[in-house]
């Protein structure tokens, strides 16, 4: 079974901080996704990145940035956590011919 | 730009109805469509996925069907019960990109 692991299920962290969220996929997929997930918004993709050290900006970048510096692992980073960031983000992992397997979630909180 | 839609937002239904759930899509130039579904506060569970030469997928009680042509995907679930109950999302994952573009999804609500 494919398995995407997020490192962190809850996480509440100050304003202004430097907050990583980390996702781990053990089947060598090419693709991988950031999105947060907030009610009546849905699901919006953040970053995304089909390769190691490769990033495109989804539909809401600001604020975030990523990494990927190994196949299997993906960053999201929030430069200086904000109240609005406050979400649950979930990681998301794919093959080129995709069926998306998506992490636990991690619920962050910024106060 | 893809836009997903899936109707109704919210369903109540009693247990042991058979339902569907709808999804529709704008941009017909879809590599896959996939259903998942998400029990509150956690993850993205894949429940059944439709390539685009595919017209449905069956897994247990579960059947979705594709057309491509109208942008419409159902999710038919049979014989319901309470352990369904859930919020479903669609998705449409895009030829051009991989991009994964999600429906705001269907909370159901199955009723003992």
């Known amino acids: 079974d494919v398995k995407v692991t997020q490192s962190s299920r809850y996480l509440v962290k100050r304003t202004g901080e430097k907050v990583f969220l980390e996702c781990v996929q053990d089947m060598d997929h090419e693709n991988m996704f950031w999105y947060r997930q907030d009610p009546g918004l849905g699901l919006r993709l953040i970053y995304f990145s089909y390769d190691v050290k490769m990033k495109e900006k989804g539909d809401i970048p600001e604020g975030y940035s990523v990494s990927r510096e190994k196949k299997e692992r993906f960053s999201l980073i929030l430069e200086s956590a904000s109240t609005n960031q406050t979400s649950m983000y979930l990681c998301?992992?794919?093959?080129?011919?995709?069926?998306?397997?998506f992490g636990q979630g991690t619920r962050l909180t910024v106060v | 730009k893809q836009e997903v839609t899936q109707i109704p937002a919210a369903l109540s239904v009693p247990e042991g109805e058979n339902l569907v759930l709808n999804c529709s899509f704008t941009d017909s130039a879809i590599y896959n469509l996939q259903w998942f579904r998400q029990d509150p506060g956690k993850g993205l569970t894949s429940l059944l996925l439709i390539q685009s030469s595919q017209r449905e997928q069956t897994s247990g009680r579960l059947n979705a069907s594709l057309d491509k042509s109208s942008g419409r995907s159902t999710l038919y679930i049979a014989a319901s019960q309470p352990g369904d109950s859930a919020t479903y999302l669609c998705?449409?994952?895009?030829?051009?990109?991989?991009?994964?573009?999600f429906g705001k999804g269907t909370r159901l609500h199955i009723l003992p």
């Open positions: 998301a992992s794919s093959l080129s011919e995709p069926e998306a397997f």
């Open positions: 998705a449409a994952i895009m030829n051009r990109d991989d991009k994964i573009i």
